[in-house]
């Protein structure tokens, strides 16, 4: 039996103050998500019901498509990365792997959002 009080158990054990952020990042990129890919659903629907690839090019040439996807990947990415981040956080207990597995996944999410970024830039600008 310990006869010590929680709140000796509990020291140094608080907020590290990012828990609030990061809560609100994954909501804020949630709720922009759902215009964003309702709009991009609905855009792909229609070209695919009628379209081929030259439509899909003409209809990403257009400026307006082409921001909004680059918005969309740009949130997509940033939203899967704060998920990602919290499962790893929360059921990798080994701390190198933790800290390896989070900087992979890291800049795993950067490459693949610049990488599709420029796909969607390079087609815009008829690349």
């Known amino acids: ?8 158990n509990a020291r140094g054990l ?15 990129s949630a709720v922009a998500l759902i215009p964003l890919g309702v709009w991009f659903m609905f855009s792909l ?5 009628g379209g081929d690839h ?16 680059t918005v969309m990947i740009a949130v997509l990415f940033y939203h899967s990365q ?23 996944q890291k800049f795993a999410h950067i490459l693949l959002a610049v990488a599709a970024i420029f796909a969607v830039l390079k087609i815009a600008f008829g690349g």
């Open 1 to 8: 039996m310990s006869l010590n009080t929680p709140l000796k």
């Open 54 to 69: 030259a439509l899909l090019t003409q209809w990403l040439g257009s400026p307006l498509n082409a921001s909004l996807t």
């Open 82 to 104: 704060l998920g990602i981040q919290v499962v790893i956080e929360d059921y990798v207990h080994t701390e190198w792997l933790k800290i390896g597995s989070l900087i992979l």
């Open 14 to 28: 608080g907020s590290a103050r990012e828990g609030v952020a990061h809560w609100w990042g994954q909501r804020m």
């Open 45 to 49: 629907v229609r070209i695919a019901m």
